[in-house]
């Protein structure tokens, strides 16, 4: 099994950046599918971000689009999500998610479709 473990959250400015990490542990994540999704208080998960097993094709909400990269380093089996110009809208926890997708393209948008999870981890962007 995978699992996925993220990093980097923490505390930041609005118009700040911060770059968050996903390691998985278990075994490698290279022909999986990799998402980030975030859950604010009072709201339910929603997606942020998803990226192919090759890092080939990327997919983003229409809230991050221009402000968010999700980018992979295979060989570090970690999975990134950089974060740029911050709102406030951007607080929540941060969850990374795993599928194993056999070295096919797809990449998924539905939390249903991804069978691991990391714990979260918190991101406050103050106004």
């Known amino acids: 099994q995978v699992q996925p473990v993220e990093s980097g959250g923490g505390l930041v400015q609005a118009g700040g950046s911060l770059r968050l990490s996903c390691l998985a542990s278990g075994r490698s994540i290279s022909s999986y599918a990799m998402g980030w999704f975030r859950q604010a208080p009072g709201k339910e998960r929603e997606f942020v971000a998803t990226i192919s097993w090759s890092g080939e094709r990327a997919y983003y909400a229409d809230s991050v689009k221009g402000r968010f990269t999700i980018s992979r380093t295979n060989a570090k089996n970690t999975v990134y999500l950089q974060m740029s110009s911050l709102k406030p809208e951007d607080t929540a926890v941060y969850y990374c998610?795993?599928?194993?997708?056999?070295?096919?393209?797809?990449?998924?948008?539905?939390?249903?479709?991804?069978?691991?999870w990391g714990q979260g981890t918190q991101v406050t962007v103050s106004s």
């Open positions: 998610a795993a599928e194993n997708v056999g070295y096919s393209g797809q990449v998924y948008t539905r939390e249903r479709d991804y069978d691991y």
